[in-house]
Structure formats: structure tokens, C-alpha cells
């Protein structure tokens, strides 16, 4: 029987996450049970909505409880099976935790061609939460039309260098905001965005200056994905019948969410703020993965997957979400 070494929460985090809250420990795989199958996780994802997961509060998922591993989508080769759907040697993916293997119930989790895409990894990608967040967040919730000016923000990373491309794809004109200069030479060479904003070392008003100076006709639909200042700054630039699409506030998931000033342009343009949460379009996931899987495979849309090694650097990993260290779609390699 294997060892499984597994990454758990055992103290919920105030602030940034530290070592002391996780434990990484080694424990025997589990009996199979009729039904069941054991994953060799090959891949994690790694979300900032997981350092929501880690607090004790109320969210649109339950809270890990302290001494489970820490939930992640996880991609791997079934390495171990009781269930006909998922023989060994299959991949599959599902909402598993960050561990070397996961034991999967009966229906959960879903069986992927490594064959049929770029990278196998492109299932937890472009195929998986950020892909389909980027698809219904800017398509059913922006609206875009031919034309219309786009702002995103967090622009380089997995989420928005998608809405990125998917904006240019429906003919809209895009602005992204990244931190530096790199990210932004990225924005423009490598997710075809119009114009870029470095919003690192800008006060408020100088950021809201540059934004509109992107935008001198002003922005249709603002993307949002970091919130707090950088959302204050581009409220600034709204169009009349503006749509902004709250996707994010990672500025704010380790310290008390900021007061929001400029809400009033919300009513002067009678625009429209509204919220995002992809569980909500679980049943539309099928309408999103043609065009997903055919920009993918005609090469319209790029994504680039930043892939670290080792459970035992999956806090430092992780953190790089919240310092700007990842350059693309984060992804921790277990195998
Ligand atoms: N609503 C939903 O259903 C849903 C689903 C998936 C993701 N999301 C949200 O989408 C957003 C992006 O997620 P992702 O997975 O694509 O991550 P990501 O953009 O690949 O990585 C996070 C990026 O956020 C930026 N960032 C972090 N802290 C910041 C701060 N204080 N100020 C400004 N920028 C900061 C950094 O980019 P820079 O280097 O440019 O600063 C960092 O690289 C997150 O807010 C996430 O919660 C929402």
C-alpha cells in the first residue's frame, strides 16, 4: 500500500498564511471501497479562493475543516480502482485536496484525454475553474459587443489573461492593469491587449490617470479581479451603461476589505456592478467547452501555466499569488 503524503490545515491563517498553520504528513492510502478509486495525482491547482477556504466563515463553499488537507483541483492517473468508469491508468480530475493521492467516491471527478489538448495540464487550465470563469464572467455577466472598450485587472494572471483574449475574440478593444513591467510587455505581446497600466508604485489618482488616458472614450465593461484601489480607480472611467463584473478582491483576501469611494459613478452612468461565482453555471459548463477547447486547439487563445514542484513547497507556492510571483495559471506538480 502506498504512503500518501498529505498537506493539512491544522490553524486557520490570520493574514497571510505561515507554516504553522499546515502540516504535511505521511499516512497510508485507504481501502477501496465498491465504487471508489484512488488518484495519483500528477497536478494541483492553486487558487486564491482557497485562502477563503481556510477561514472560518460562511462563503459559498463550507470552510476545510482544521486537520483535512487543504481542497484543490487535482489531475492525475487512477492508480488504483473499484469502479468500472475510472480504470487504472486512466487520468481524471476532480475537487480533490492537496495530497499525493485522493480516494474518489462514485460520481465524482471526470475522466480527460491527455491525447486531446496542448498539455494535459490544460484540464486544470483553460478546461477547468479559470477558463470557464473567464468565459461566463465576461460573456454573460459583461455582455460584450463589437467595438466596446474592456478593462481587466490582475490582466497577466489565469483569469484575466483569458478574458483578455476572449474580449479580443468578440472584437472588443482591451486595457489590462498588471504589476510591472514585464507583466505589462506580457499583456501586450502575449495576450494582445491594447494597452497596458502598471498600477505598481501609482497613488489612486494617478492610477484612475492612467486608466483613463488607456481609455480617453472611457470603458464598457470593467473586469474585475483584484478589487480595493485598483477597482475604486477604474469606476472612474465608466461609460453610461457600463457593466462592471466583480470576479475578485485578491488585494483583500488577507486583510479587512477597503472602504470602496467611487461608487456613485455607478449611478451617475446607470451602470451596473454585479457579482461572479462560477458554481453558479455548473449546469452551462457544457455550452463554455467547444469554444474553450477549439480557441485552445486553433491556438486563439494562450495560456500559460506556471508549474511548481513538490507538496512540500505548497505554501510557498501558494503565495505567490498574493506577491505577484506567478506567471500565468499556477499549478503545483505532485508526481
Ligand atoms: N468568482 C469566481 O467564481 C472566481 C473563479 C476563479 C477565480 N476568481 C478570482 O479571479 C482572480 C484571479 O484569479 P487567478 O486564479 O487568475 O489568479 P492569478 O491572476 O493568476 O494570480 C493572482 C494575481 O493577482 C495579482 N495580485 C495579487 N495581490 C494583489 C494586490 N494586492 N494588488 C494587485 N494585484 C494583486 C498578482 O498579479 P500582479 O503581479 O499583476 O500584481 C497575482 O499574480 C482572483 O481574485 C480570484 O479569486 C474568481
Same mark, same amino acid.
Given at each position: 500500500?502506498? /504512503?500518501?503524503?498529505?498537506?493539512?490545515?491544522?490553524?486557520?491563517?490570520?493574514?497571510?498564511?505561515?507554516?504553522?498553520?499546515?502540516? &504535511?504528513?505521511?499516512?497510508? /492510502?485507504?481501502?477501496?471501497?465498491?465504487?471508489?478509486?484512488?488518484?495519483?495525482?500528477?497536478?494541483?491547482?492553486?487558487?486564491?479562493?482557497?485562502?477563503?477556504?481556510?477561514?472560518?466563515?460562511?462563503?459559498?463553499?463550507?470552510? =476545510?475543516?482544521?486537520?483535512? $488537507?487543504?481542497?484543490?483541483?487535482?489531475?492525475?492517473?487512477?492508480?488504483?480502482?473499484? #469502479?468500472?468508469?475510472?480504470?487504472?491508468?486512466?487520468?481524471?480530475?476532480?475537487? #480533490?485536496?492537496?495530497?499525493?493521492?485522493?480516494?474518489?467516491?462514485?460520481?465524482?471527478?471526470?475522466?480527460?484525454?491527455?491525447?486531446?489538448?496542448?498539455?494535459?495540464? %490544460?484540464?486544470?487550465?483553460?478546461?477547468?475553474?479559470?477558463?470557464?470563469?473567464?468565459?461566463?464572467?465576461?460573456?454573460?455577466?459583461?455582455?460584450?459587443?463589437?467595438?466596446? /472598450?474592456? &478593462?481587466?485587472?490582475?490582466?497577466?494572471?489565469?483569469?484575466?489573461?483569458?478574458?483578455?483574449?476572449?474580449?479580443?475574440?468578440?472584437?472588443?478593444?482591451?486595457?489590462?492593469?498588471?504589476?510591472?513591467?514585464?507583466?505589462?510587455?506580457?499583456?501586450?505581446?502575449?495576450?494582445?491587449?491594447?494597452?497596458?497600466?502598471?498600477?505598481?508604485?501609482?497613488?489612486?489618482?494617478?492610477?484612475?490617470?492612467? =486608466?483613463?488616458?488607456?481609455?480617453?472614450?472611457?470603458?464598457? =465593461?470593467?473586469?474585475? %479581479?483584484?478589487?480595493?484601489?485598483?477597482?475604486?480607480?477604474?469606476?472612474?472611467?465608466?461609460?453610461?451603461?457600463?457593466?462592471?463584473?466583480?470576479?475578485?478582491?485578491?488585494?483583500?483576501?488577507?486583510?479587512?476589505?477597503? $472602504?470602496?469611494?467611487?461608487?456613485?459613478?455607478?449611478?451617475?452612468?446607470?451602470?451596473?456592478?454585479?457579482?461572479?461565482?462560477?458554481?453558479?453555471? =455548473?449546469?452551462?459548463?457544457?455550452?463554455?467547452?467547444?469554444?474553450?477547447?477549439?480557441?485552445?486547439?486553433?491556438?486563439?487563445?494562450?495560456?500559460?501555466?506556471?508549474?511548481?514542484?513538490?507538496?512540500?513547497? /505548497?505554501?510557498?507556492?501558494?503565495?505567490?499569488?498574493? #506577491?505577484?510571483?506567478?506567471?500565468?495559471?499556477?499549478?503545483?506538480?505532485?508526481?
Amino acid at each position: 500500500m502506498p /504512503t500518501n503524503r498529505r498537506f493539512l490545515l491544522v490553524r486557520r491563517p490570520v493574514g497571510l498564511p505561515v507554516d504553522a498553520d499546515f502540516s &504535511l504528513v505521511s499516512e497510508p /492510502t485507504p481501502e477501496l471501497k465498491e465504487g471508489q478509486f484512488l488518484l495519483r495525482n500528477h497536478y494541483a491547482s492553486l487558487d486564491p479562493a482557497m485562502r477563503g477556504w481556510m477561514d472560518d466563515k460562511p462563503s459559498y463553499m463550507p470552510p =476545510i475543516k482544521l486537520g483535512d $488537507p487543504v481542497r484543490a483541483s487535482t489531475l492525475g492517473v487512477v492508480a488504483e480502482s473499484r #469502479n468500472p468508469d475510472f480504470p487504472v491508468g486512466s487520468w481524471a480530475s476532480g475537487a #480533490n485536496g492537496i495530497e499525493e493521492y485522493s480516494l474518489c467516491q462514485s460520481g465524482a471527478g471526470r475522466r480527460v484525454d491527455p491525447d486531446a489538448m496542448p498539455s494535459v495540464t %490544460n484540464y486544470l487550465s483553460v478546461l477547468s475553474g479559470v477558463g470557464l470563469t473567464a468565459y461566463f464572467g465576461l460573456l454573460d455577466k459583461g455582455r460584450p459587443s463589437v467595438g466596446e /472598450t474592456v &478593462l481587466v485587472s490582475g490582466a497577466a494572471g489565469a483569469v484575466g489573461s483569458l478574458v483578455g483574449q476572449i474580449a479580443k475574440i468578440k472584437g472588443c478593444r482591451t486595457i489590462g492593469i498588471a504589476g510591472g513591467p514585464e507583466k505589462c510587455e506580457r499583456l501586450l505581446k502575449d495576450y494582445g491587449y491594447d494597452a497596458a497600466v502598471d498600477y505598481r508604485g501609482k497613488s489612486p489618482s494617478e492610477l484612475a490617470a492612467a =486608466i483613463q488616458e488607456a481609455a480617453p472614450e472611457g470603458v464598457d =465593461i470593467q473586469f474585475e %479581479n483584484v478589487g480595493g484601489e485598483i477597482l475604486d480607480a477604474g469606476l472612474l472611467a465608466l461609460k453610461p451603461n457600463a457593466r462592471v463584473v466583480l470576479c475578485g478582491m485578491i488585494s483583500q483576501y488577507n486583510s479587512e476589505p477597503a $472602504p470602496i469611494s467611487n461608487l456613485w459613478e455607478l449611478i451617475v452612468n446607470g451602470a451596473r456592478i454585479e457579482g461572479l461565482i462560477l458554481t453558479q453555471y =455548473i449546469h452551462r459548463f457544457g455550452e463554455a467547452m467547444p469554444d474553450l477547447t477549439a480557441w485552445l486547439q486553433s491556438g486563439q487563445l494562450r495560456i500559460d501555466e506556471h508549474i511548481e514542484e513538490g507538496i512540500e513547497n /505548497t505554501l510557498s507556492a501558494f503565495l505567490k499569488l498574493f #506577491n505577484g510571483g506567478n506567471k500565468g495559471k499556477l499549478l503545483l506538480k505532485l508526481a
